[in-house]
């Protein structure tokens, strides 16, 4: 059995060997940051909208910390309050500039590579393997700390800036060990104890992965100290059941969120089995990953396996490396030690508990990497010893640039996307959003020709349906938008967007009674959302219903204050109401936002107008039509309050200049008609 303490370390007493441990730490952060440095061109991609752009509770500016623990409900970070805590602190330094927030996921990545060159360091230091790696322990927890730090396959899990999920995670996983490892060493271990509960505390905060480290930590225990499990019970219960309380708290987030509004678990539409087939496939990807990190995806998407044929080789080699790791946890500890580790961090997103949103994901390798390079460094080290080094130190380099190389495809989604789409073809989800930024660029053909294979691929697919029908509603089909909003809803009733959109369409038919229901249905599922509220006030001051339609256009401003449009609205209702004050204040307050607003000139000329300020609002309808030419309503507006001022000349040439757009409108017409009795 070993002993509690180590043998002491002269290495890290003496001068010396802290000279060579600040050189050490100083590598891996100077190393880090400069492969990383191209990582803070990343744009904000796939879950960062949701995640950070449209995350209300990181946006509040009283960081009101109930509103952020609780958090956006779905997506990356429901119910992982700490990242969502450190997300809302980047958005208080640098709101929408997304430095803070690469700097952030940097800093994240470079603790947890001290935190790994620190464990792995003490862990050679210990008596089962201080014999044969004592000597060499810095070098080589530099040289498994640097390559993990620096492998390529990590770029997900730092650059994707909402997956600072998962290197959070990974950062209290690693600081919990730390932690033990060093109260076990300490004369006075109390504080490294609560240290290592604090962390772990804080890890289950972050992502479901750590539900692992309770046993993690009993594991290592098990193998590098007390060396009996009952031993390690009986020298540490305390310790280990305090861990072991925190899943507590991870149960009760789980259990709020509702297993991730239902895309985690095993309720999802993706049956257990078959999720267990498609992650055999998955692992050994990532192995193969982890030893030549190419080609690395953005996003597998959510193809399952649905046999086991096809994967069985696949299979047949986790079996033995399973069987390998229950044997050698037996009879070689250290060994299963690294199987243990690999296997059991991968468990709860790679095994039978599905993931329905993404069956793959190169993040879910952050920690079980570490395993990996521990395993080749160490090995390569028993076989040629001291001359390995320069051989880490070049595969180092080389890891490097390829990093710096990845993160530049982060710099545009689009250019993300095509990656995605060229890699794996028969990827639905990214010819869909390939197809989306295609369309924000005005390339309709390509992006009609993306939806389509996206479609042709999964007929099924909700969000290519919605896409299609913008790119019909933008392309003037707004019968044939709507027909493919009504499908995207039919295959997915929670789209939100696309019962706002699909009531834009028929608004811009003129149908605003049927579009309100589709404007309500969003507020049910999102409720507070801007656009929504917007469009609903819209469409109830239209319809005649001004108290409601007020209450809906300020809960918009309330959102997002800085909607020029919205303040229109609401100046129009107010005035529509008889408070002409504050229609004024709120038209005012649109063209502060936004001066080349011309709907806020018309707005403000039919305030002036209804006061009988008429050169006012003569002035101001013209303002309108400087901005905007074929602007018919403050045209005729115009034409009306030249013709009440007397200015009978100017009335008829507006008149006569809305006839050559609309020819048919009797109104104009007979306004017309009485100003030419009046001309003569």
């Given at each position: 059995?070993?002993?509690?303490?180590?043998?002491?370390?002269?290495?890290?007493?003496?001068?010396?060997?802290?000279?060579?441990?600040?050189?050490?730490?100083?590598?891996?952060?100077?190393?880090?940051?400069?492969?990383?440095?191209?990582?803070?061109?990343?744009?904000?991609?796939?879950?960062?909208i949701p995640g950070i752009a449209r995350n209300p509770t990181i946006r509040n500016p009283r960081l009101d910390l109930l509103m952020v623990?609780?958090?956006?409900?779905?997506?990356?970070?429901?119910?992982?309050?700490?990242?969502?805590?450190?997300?809302?602190?980047?958005?208080?330094?640098?709101?929408?500039?997304?430095?803070?927030?690469?700097?952030?996921?940097?800093?994240?990545?470079?603790?947890?590579?001290?935190?790994?060159?620190?464990?792995?360091?003490?862990?050679?230091?210990?008596?089962?393997?201080?014999?044969?790696?004592?000597?060499?322990?810095?070098?080589?927890?530099?040289?498994?700390?640097?390559?993990?730090?620096?492998?390529?396959?990590?770029?997900?899990?730092?650059?994707?800036?909402?997956?600072?999920?998962?290197?959070?995670?990974?950062?209290?996983?690693?600081?919990?060990?730390?932690?033990?490892?060093?109260?076990?060493?300490?004369?006075?271990?109390?504080?490294?104890?609560?240290?290592?509960f604090l962390s772990c505390l804080t890890g289950m905060g972050c992502k479901e992965v750590m539900v692992s480290a309770p046993l993690v930590?009993?594991?290592?225990?098990?193998?590098?100290?007390?060396?009996?499990?009952?031993?390690?019970?009986?020298?540490?219960?305390?310790?280990?059941?305090?861990?072991?309380?925190?899943?507590?708290?991870?149960?009760?987030?789980?259990?709020?969120?509702?297993?991730?509004?239902?895309?985690?678990?095993?309720?999802?539409?993706?049956?257990?089995?078959?999720?267990?087939?498609?992650?055999?496939?998955?692992?050994?990807?990532?192995?193969?990953?982890?030893?030549?990190?190419?080609?690395?995806?953005?996003?597998?998407?959510?193809?399952?396996?649905?046999?086991?044929?096809?994967?069985?080789?696949?299979?047949?080699?986790?079996?033995?490396?399973?069987?390998?790791?229950?044997?050698?946890?037996?009879?070689?500890?250290?060994?299963?030690?690294?199987?243990?580790?690999?296997?059991?961090?991968?468990?709860?997103?790679?095994?039978?508990?599905?993931?329905?949103?993404?069956?793959?994901?190169?993040?879910?390798?952050?920690?079980?990497?570490?395993?990996?390079?521990?395993?080749?460094?160490?090995?390569?080290?028993?076989?040629?010893?001291?001359?390995?080094?320069?051989?880490?130190?070049?595969?180092?380099?080389?890891?490097?640039?390829?990093?710096?190389?990845?993160?530049?495809?982060?710099?545009?989604?689009?250019?993300?996307?095509?990656?995605?789409?060229?890699?794996?073809?028969?990827?639905?989800?990214?010819?869909?959003?390939?197809?989306?930024?295609?369309?924000?660029?005005?390339?309709?053909?390509?992006?009609?020709?993306?939806?389509?294979?996206?479609?042709?691929?999964?007929?099924?697919?909700?969000?290519?349906?919605?896409?299609?029908?913008?790119?019909?509603?933008?392309?003037?089909?707004?019968?044939?938008?709507?027909?493919?909003?009504?499908?995207?809803?039919?295959?997915?009733?929670?789209?939100?967007?696309?019962?706002?959109?699909?009531?834009?369409?028929?608004?811009?038919?003129?149908?605003?009674?049927?579009?309100?229901?589709?404007?309500?249905?969003?507020?049910?599922?999102?409720?507070?959302?801007?656009?929504?509220?917007?469009?609903?006030?819209?469409?109830?001051?239209?319809?005649?219903?001004?108290?409601?339609?007020?209450?809906?256009?300020?809960?918009?401003?309330?959102?997002?204050?800085?909607?020029?449009?919205?303040?229109?609205?609401?100046?129009?209702?107010?005035?529509?109401?008889?408070?002409?004050?504050?229609?004024?204040?709120?038209?005012?307050?649109?063209?502060?936002?936004?001066?080349?607003?011309?709907?806020?000139?018309?707005?403000?000329?039919?305030?002036?107008?209804?006061?009988?300020?008429?050169?006012?609002?003569?002035?101001?309808?013209?303002?309108?039509?400087?901005?905007?030419?074929?602007?018919?309503?403050?045209?005729?507006?115009?034409?009306?309050?030249?013709?009440?001022?007397?200015?009978?000349?100017?009335?008829?040439?507006?008149?006569?200049?809305?006839?050559?757009?609309?020819?048919?409108?009797?109104?104009?017409?007979?306004?017309?008609?009485?100003?030419?009795?009046?001309?003569?």
């Amino acid at each position: 059995m070993s002993p509690s303490l180590p043998s002491p370390d002269p290495a890290a007493t003496s001068a010396t060997g802290r000279r060579a441990g600040l050189l050490a730490v100083l590598t891996i952060v100077l190393a880090v940051s400069a492969a990383y440095v191209t990582s803070f061109q990343g744009a904000l991609v796939f879950d960062d909208i949701p995640g950070i752009a449209r995350n209300p509770t990181i946006r509040n500016p009283r960081l009101d910390l109930l509103m952020v623990a609780i958090g956006p409900q779905g997506g990356t970070l429901s119910g992982r309050p700490v990242p969502n805590l450190t997300l809302a602190l980047n958005h208080a330094i640098s709101a929408d500039r997304l430095w803070s927030y690469h700097a952030g996921n940097l800093l994240i990545h470079v603790l947890a590579g001290l935190a790994l060159f620190g464990l792995v360091r003490r862990t050679l230091l210990r008596p089962p393997l201080a014999a044969q790696f004592g000597a060499s322990a810095l070098p080589l927890a530099l040289a498994i700390a640097g390559l993990w730090s620096l492998h390529p396959l990590q770029t997900e899990s730092v650059t994707y800036l909402v997956q600072r999920v998962e290197s959070l995670m990974g950062l209290c996983y690693l600081l919990t060990l730390y932690c033990f490892v060093r109260s076990v060493d300490s004369p006075r271990p109390r504080a490294w104890q609560a240290a290592a509960f604090l962390s772990c505390l804080t890890g289950m905060g972050c992502k479901e992965v750590m539900v692992s480290a309770p046993l993690v930590v009993l594991l290592y225990d098990r193998t590098f100290v007390a060396g009996s499990w009952s031993e390690s019970w009986r020298r540490r219960r305390w310790l280990h059941t305090a861990l072991f309380s925190t899943w507590l708290v991870l149960g009760a987030l789980i259990l709020a969120t509702e297993n991730r509004a239902g895309t985690a678990g095993l309720g999802t539409p993706v049956a257990w089995w078959e999720y267990s087939f498609t992650q055999c496939q998955a692992i050994v990807h990532y192995l193969g990953l982890a030893v030549w990190p190419r080609p690395l995806v953005f996003d597998y998407g959510t193809t399952v396996v649905r046999s086991l044929w096809p994967v069985a080789p696949q299979a047949a080699l986790l079996v033995l490396l399973l069987a390998g790791t229950g044997w050698a946890l037996v009879r070689r500890p250290a060994l299963g030690f690294l199987g243990a580790w690999f296997f059991l961090i991968l468990a709860p997103s790679s095994s039978v508990v599905p993931v329905a949103t993404q069956t793959m994901a190169e993040h879910r390798m952050y920690l079980p990497l570490a395993a990996v390079v521990t395993l080749a460094v160490l090995a390569v080290h028993r076989w040629f010893g001291r001359a390995a080094l320069p051989v880490w130190l070049a595969v180092g380099v080389a890891f490097a640039a390829v990093t710096a190389l990845r993160n530049l495809d982060y710099r545009s989604p689009q250019g993300l996307w095509a990656d995605v789409a060229q890699k794996l073809p028969e990827n639905g989800r990214a010819h869909n959003n390939l197809g989306a930024y295609l369309l924000i660029d005005g390339r309709f053909a390509e992006a009609r020709a993306r939806f389509d294979e996206a479609l042709r691929l999964d007929p099924r697919h909700a969000s290519a349906h919605y896409n299609l029908g913008n790119l019909l509603s933008k392309t003037g089909r707004k019968n044939e938008a709507i027909a493919a909003y009504e499908e995207a809803l039919r295959l997915d009733p929670g789209l939100a967007d696309a019962q706002v959109n699909l009531g834009n369409a028929l608004d811009e038919l003129g149908r605003p009674a049927e579009a309100v229901p589709h404007y309500e249905a969003a507020l049910r599922l999102d409720p507070g959302a801007p656009d929504a509220n917007t469009d609903l006030g819209a469409d109830l001051l239209r319809l005649g219903q001004v108290p409601a339609a007020i209450d809906h256009l300020q809960a918009a401003l309330d959102a997002e204050p800085a909607r020029a449009e919205t303040w229109n609205d609401l100046a129009a209702a107010r005035q529509e109401q008889g408070d002409v004050a504050a229609a004024r204040a709120a038209a005012g307050q649109a063209l502060r936002l936004k001066p080349d607003l011309p709907a806020a000139h018309y707005t403000l000329g039919n305030i002036e107008a209804g006061g009988g300020n008429y050169p006012a609002a003569i002035d101001h309808y013209r303002r309108a039509l400087a901005l905007a030419p074929d602007y018919i309503a403050a045209r005729n507006n115009l034409a009306n309050a030249l013709l009440v001022s007397g200015r009978v000349d100017e009335a008829v040439t507006e008149y006569r200049q809305i006839l050559r757009q609309t020819p048919d409108d009797r109104s104009v017409q007979e306004n017309l008609a009485r100003a030419l009795e009046l001309q003569h």
